[in-house]
């Protein structure tokens, strides 16, 4: 079946350690997405993608860092400079925009720093 | 840049009514979208709206864009529990087909048995 993963669901960091997760799509979509979602809140864009070895700063982009060698995957680094990184964080992925097509999610990744 | 700005922020509403959600962008709109959110999941896409004056329908909501493609609203008629959740629209960020997909502020609604 074709979809999104995110991995781990769930996430424990200590301050001061970066962390990766993970967001893989097998829909063969040109572009991803990162966000982030705090409670009670809509979702902010932290970085994206079109293409392979090409990403954009989003919004809220500091802190973070990702990278596209592969089309299917788009991991998120969250870093030590992530100033207040417990969050729930959800990747997305969809065809180019100008074919207005709807992105589709994964389940989301809770990061929460101990 | 663009701007999504959704309203009420929340809302709570006997099962049984109806309600009305809107979403205005600070500039006009290329592709509208609306998904459902559960909490902690992911999000479940509604529907998208293109034209000027669009309006579509899927069970008991209906969505709207303006004529000016600025404003859409989305209406749930006859509300249920299961209706319950995070309501998010969403556009191009870029004012056209950049790809920068951003959102809303978000919609929480609690239907009441």
């Known amino acids: 079946d074709g979809g999104i993963t995110q991995s781990p669901k769930y996430l424990f960091r200590k301050e001061g350690q970066n962390v990766t997760l993970s967001c893989e799509q097998n829909l063969n979509h040109d572009a991803m997405y990162w966000y982030r979602q705090d409670p009670g809140q809509g979702l902010r864009l932290i970085y994206y993608?079109?293409?392979?070895?090409?990403?954009q700063k989003g919004d809220i982009a500091e802190g973070y860092s990702v990278s596209r060698e592969k089309k299917e995957s788009f991991p998120l680094t969250v870093t030590s400079a992530q100033k207040n990184p417990t969050a729930f964080y959800l990747c997305?992925?969809?065809?180019?925009?100008?074919?207005?097509?709807?992105?589709?999610f994964g389940q989301g990744t809770r990061l929460t720093v101990v | 840049s663009q701007e999504l700005e959704q309203s009420p922020q929340s809302l709570i509403v006997q099962e049984g009514k109806n309600l009305t959600i809107n979403c205005t962008s600070s500039?006009?709109?290329?592709?509208l979208y609306w998904y459902k959110q559960k909490y902690g999941e992911g999000l479940i896409f509604l529907m998208m709206l293109q034209k000027g004056g669009e309006e579509k329908s899927h069970e008991k909501i209906t969505a709207k864009l303006d004529e000016k493609k600025q404003q859409s609203s989305l209406h749930i008629t006859a509300s249920q529990p299961s209706h319950a959740g995070i309501y998010l629209c969403?556009?191009?960020?870029?004012?056209?087909?950049?790809?920068?997909?951003?959102f809303g502020t978000g919609t929480l609604l609690a239907v009441q048995p």
């Open positions: 997305a992925s969809s065809t180019l925009r100008a074919q207005n097509t709807e992105a589709f």
């Open positions: 969403g556009a191009d960020g870029g004012g056209g087909a950049t790809n920068k997909l951003i």
């Open positions: 500039k006009t709109l290329y592709g």
């Open positions: 993608s079109q293409i392979v070895n090409d990403f």
